[in-house]
């Protein structure tokens, strides 16, 4: 199967968002679809399935002429759009998530409990996938909700996939899974388009890129002949840096230090201390209990036994209102979920944290906070336009840049950042790790909890990493490589010289 | 072209304008219905006035307790259980000032002005009391908030009317004026109560911290606690200020009839609470609501009445009118909210 976008145009209101792009996917390869957040990825994306008309441009299938005026035209022509929020019912069991909306029958009308169950196991078996049927969809980690959405869409005989951001979420064991996945499907003829910010993942899976910057294509070609350093420079359109970031450090006062701190079976006796001006880089796969360990410092989870000292005097941190006046600084993972208050504006995000500096018997000094977050504005360079208007209005990286906004107005003295460059693009990300190289200058602790080595490794002085809720090794300098910091997260561990044993 | 581009942006952005051009076609069309056959202005004014005064005051204790219903929606939650506290504050303000032999206190010896403030100031804690009470098992015991107020909502109800059976508790005369006082031939006192609340509960929603934790925290709960807002603290206020806003409509209630049916009374006020919220753009799922708002959608609902009344619309079809307009104003905020 051929599909053909030609010229495609599409504004919403004043805003062109793509100005004559034309793109092609075939049956059997796995096409990267790249650029920044904004760029019109998602918009060409959801013109293929359906959910947007495109102002003009044509959209031809095998060289057939179609309009797709709703997703189930689309769907008809043979492409699935396994979108980022993915669509799986959580309190429903596998193989009834895999007939949502086309459930089976039997002959009396009732559904066909026994047949979908089946049908369901085949498809399994067809692309070696292990999993019971009959398992409820809750259950399951994130890479087989995924793994779930493909075979959902091949049992609907889809000749192309769209897969928007597949491995955001993932931890790399994950990620492995998804791509045999994808590799089976390219074995079967099955066309991909794999949208994504991880660029080495791209390099590892695909055999075509096309990139997209303001809305026009501005690279294509053949994966194997480029880098994740061109893939970059094309998407923001100049050259990205991925050298180390570490610097000259002076080190502080310890202003940290935990001892022995347990919490049921989430993480078990975790030690270690934090220095002024020093960056540390927590990681691990999922199930890790870094989040957890995190959360509870900044007391939003319980603890049960262990020892927090703050600037050498003990401290029992209750609650996170408790953990803010102690100088405790956290940036939650999922910005969506825990990060952003959509009901309020730009200004009142940044700034809900520190309400009560900027008031006096409960009522808001507005006039006060507005100079304070003019200033962070400049200095973190957020783009936006009236400081009232909508946070969701602002992108990604922007939404980021006002969360973190927020903790800086705190004045912290540990800055906890738990995925601190999660959704968001390249230009922003280095963005951001500037302001934290500059937190860091300022003589306050920072704490990056991150999935993804390479960012631990270009940015922090130290990396700790978890396993199962413990502390499986440490390390600094030569040994900070993607090799060991795997092999740690796996649960090798570290001998005295520094090799490492699985 | 010029307004009508403007009433354009108006209507897309404003989340009031839409409500409050609802509410001035309702008054416009209350207007034309009284009609002007009369013999001058001052007559027509006059009656216009003494029409709207009765709109005002019948609905102010309702109205009041619309408000503190705005915040407990705001914060994702709901309170069922008004009309029972209502009920409970009231009966104990009778209890209080009875002129009786069982008067509490007349046993101890208080009359006349001391004892209405007293009897204010206690009333006022026991609202606060019960509303905190149900704030408390709702964030300590981690109950729906639906689930803890129907609960409160029976509990209160029952209590009340064993204890009150056949006792019947008579108000002196003078604590009428609370709501009876008038100036000049107009009898306002309880719409001064309303508007005075409604604007320092406009005050609190807009410039203070907690106005704006309660938005966090009905928007998202999680979010809100991660930022360092005690998220209990808020959910308990709100509720705890809830009982008394409700205890002050009991007073208001008391003083100006002097009397309750304790069976009856505040039957159904959760509901006429809630529709004026949400006809005032106040949503459901928490996050979002306006006290302003919930003042234009009791007026609205109030002059609706006023209008079936002036048309002679039979008793029992009133409801549905009710209803008509709680879905279709939300049907009218809908389009407001996709942009």
Redesign the interface.
Known sequence: MLVDMKNIVKSFGSNHVLKDVSFTIKGGEICALLGENGAGKSTLMNILGGVFKQDSGSISVDGELVEFNVPADSQKAGIAFIHQELNLINDLPIYENMFLGREKKTKRGSLNLNGMVEETEQMFKRMNVELDPKRMVRELDASYKQIVEICRAMMTNASIIIMDEPTTSLTEQETARVFEMMKKLKDENVGIIFISHKLNEVLEVCDRYVVLRDGSLVAEGNVNVVTTNDLARFMVGYDVRTESLRREKHLGEEIIRVEDLSSNSRFRDISFSIRAGEIVGVTGLLGDGRSELF?AI?G?EPVTSGKIFLNGDQVKIR???Q??VEGIA?L?RNRK????????NII?NAS??T??RF?KR???N?RKHEAVYEEQRKSLRIKMDKHTDRITSLSGGNQQKVVLA?WLAANPKLLILDNPTQGVDVGAKEDIYDIILKLADEDIAIVVLSSEAQEIIRLCDRAIVMYHGVIQGEMAGELMNEHTIMNLATGGVLTKEGREIH | MKFLTWFKTKWKNEPLFSTAIALIIMIILQTFVLGFDYDSFGSWFESWTNNWINILRNNAGIGIIALGMTFVIMTGGIDLAVGSTLVATGAFTMILLDTGTKGILGMLGMTGIPAFILTIIIVLILGYLLGALIGVTITKGNVPPFIVTLGAMLIFRSVTQHFMQGYNPKVPMEFLEIASFRFGNYMIMPIIYWAVIAYILYYVSKRTTFGRQIIAVGSNERAAKLSGVNVNKVKLRVYALMGLLVSIAAIIQVSRVGSMDFSNAGRGMEMDAIAAAVVGGTSMAGGRGFILGTVYGMLIIAVMNNLLNLFGVPPFLREAFKGLIVIGAVLLQRKEKTS
């Open positions: 959360q900044f939003a609650s996170t209102t953990a803010i956290y939650p979920e825990n990060g952003i208050i959509k009901d309020l009142e809900i944290v309400w009560s008031s409960g009522v808001i507005s927020k």
